[in-house]
């Protein structure tokens, strides 16, 4: 099992800009696929953003596309979300997570560790 520890989260105006970690313990995450997801108060949890172990294929929502950006550096066992332009809607709390394998997913089930999530708000 792998300790997923996000951190960078906090109050930001509209417009502004986040960066947002994800560190590993417990085993590397060089051979697994990752993920951030983000659930807003009042619903349900979504996928916002995926990486592949090698860091060579990236995924992210509609809602996303254009303004976060996901990254890792598997020699630091980290991921990153780069979260830029953010809206209101973007108010949520953040996880990270860790895939069951390599293949690269979308939904939850597809991933078998998980952060205890980071605040973001964005509100001016």
């Known amino acids: 099992q792998v300790q997923l520890v996000e951190s960078g989260g906090g109050l930001v105006q509209p417009g502004g800009s986040l960066r947002l970690s994800c560190a590993a313990s417990g085993r590397t995450l060089s051979n697994y696929a990752m993920g951030w997801f983000r659930q807003a108060p009042g619903r349900e949890r979504e996928f916002v953003s995926a990486?592949?172990?090698?860091?060579?294929?990236?995924y992210y929502a509609e809602s996303v596309k254009g303004r976060f950006a996901i990254s890792r550096n598997n020699a630091k066992n980290a991921v990153y979300l780069q979260m830029n332009s953010l809206k209101p809607e973007d108010t949520a709390v953040y996880y990270c997570?860790?895939?069951?394998?390599?293949?690269?997913?979308?939904?939850?089930?597809?991933?078998?560790?998980w952060g205890q999530g980071t605040q973001v708000t964005v509100s001016s």
């Open positions: 997570a860790a895939a069951r394998g390599a293949v690269v997913g979308v939904h939850e089930h597809e991933y078998g560790d």
């Open positions: 990486i592949s172990e090698s860091g060579g294929r990236l």
